[in-house]
């Protein structure tokens, strides 16, 4: 019900799986989803929190489980203080064992830590122009973006035929090495609008497939697309400019 506290020494627990159940939490502090001693949240697939502070430190959720398969996190982008309007805080970070997607409203940039093995993703409004999402494996990471300039880091697992699907439009820059694993298997498109992704550590691994509706532009280093696999499934037009080096 509403007006409910819940704090880290409280447990909040759904026996039944599968059937969408959905928790509502807002506040002004970070998430643990474990809670003290193992004991917060289990059982609910849906998670939206509603944060809101003044701007000075990034949000955490830290050791998310992989029974949730959507965490839905919107903050705001200016607080009151003492009637005083003042920015919010607007970076999240989110670790644990992620199973699902994250979603983001107001949040401008995400970065999330995988320690599981299932498929995760990341999608935001057009607030969002920063994720960093590591620790995709063969099963992979999904990104999708709704701003037209933005800045995206991915890196695997173990640097073995780990994957990742970015849908993104405008300019993005796109690295793919992230904390030193990369992604092999790389799967791009523009999500509404044409897209160019300037790549960065890409290398003689990485096998590219372009899908969608839109034009896409991919610009790397020769490292980047020597004999490198590209299988275009798309019906835009698919373009590659290699700069020097």
Not at 162 to 171: Q, R
């Given at each position: 019900g509403t007006g409910a506290t819940f704090g880290q020494n409280d447990s909040i627990t759904d026996t039944t799986s599968g059937d969408t159940d959905t928790l509502n939490l807002s506040g002004n502090a970070n998430y643990d989803h474990t809670g003290v001693g193992g004991n917060g949240v289990s059982g609910f697939e849906i998670v939206n929190l509603d944060l809101a502070k003044q701007s000075g430190s990034a949000f955490t959720v830290t050791n998310l489980a992989n029974d949730v398969e959507q965490l839905?996190?919107?903050?705001?982008?200016?607080?009151?203080?003492?009637?005083?309007?003042?920015?919010?805080?607007?970076?999240?970070?989110?670790?644990?064992?992620?199973?699902?997607?994250?979603?983001?409203?107001?949040?401008?940039?995400?970065?999330?830590t995988n320690t599981g093995d299932n498929a995760f993703g990341v999608s935001g409004d057009s607030a969002l122009t920063s994720v960093t999402a590591t620790g995709a494996n063969d099963?992979?990471?999904?990104?999708?973006?709704?701003?037209?300039?933005?800045?995206?880091?991915?890196?695997?697992?173990?640097?073995?035929?780990?994957?990742g699907t970015v849908s993104a439009s405008g300019a993005v820059a796109l690295t793919v090495n992230q904390g030193g694993n990369n992604i092999d298997d790389l799967t791009l498109s523009g999500n509404g609008a044409a897209v160019t992704?300037?790549?960065?550590g890409a290398d003689a691994g990485t096998e590219y497939t372009v899908t969608g509706d839109q034009d896409v532009t991919l610009v790397g280093n020769t490292a980047a697309f020597t004999a490198n696999p590209l299988t275009d499934s798309s019906t835009g037009s698919v373009s590659v400019n290699i700069t020097s080096g």
């Amino acid at each position: 019900g509403t007006g409910a506290t819940f704090g880290q020494n409280d447990s909040i627990t759904d026996t039944t799986s599968g059937d969408t159940d959905t928790l509502n939490l807002s506040g002004n502090a970070n998430y643990d989803h474990t809670g003290v001693g193992g004991n917060g949240v289990s059982g609910f697939e849906i998670v939206n929190l509603d944060l809101a502070k003044q701007s000075g430190s990034a949000f955490t959720v830290t050791n998310l489980a992989n029974d949730v398969e959507q965490l839905n996190v919107e903050v705001s982008s200016t607080v009151d203080v003492v009637g005083i309007t003042v920015a919010g805080e607007t970076s999240l970070t989110v670790a644990g064992d992620v199973g699902g997607t994250v979603g983001t409203t107001n949040v401008t940039d995400v970065v999330v830590t995988n320690t599981g093995d299932n498929a995760f993703g990341v999608s935001g409004d057009s607030a969002l122009t920063s994720v960093t999402a590591t620790g995709a494996n063969d099963a992979g990471v999904s990104v999708t973006l709704a701003n037209d300039a933005t800045t995206v880091l991915i890196g695997g697992a173990d640097g073995a035929n780990d994957a990742g699907t970015v849908s993104a439009s405008g300019a993005v820059a796109l690295t793919v090495n992230q904390g030193g694993n990369n992604i092999d298997d790389l799967t791009l498109s523009g999500n509404g609008a044409a897209v160019t992704y300037t790549l960065t550590g890409a290398d003689a691994g990485t096998e590219y497939t372009v899908t969608g509706d839109q034009d896409v532009t991919l610009v790397g280093n020769t490292a980047a697309f020597t004999a490198n696999p590209l299988t275009d499934s798309s019906t835009g037009s698919v373009s590659v400019n290699i700069t020097s080096g």
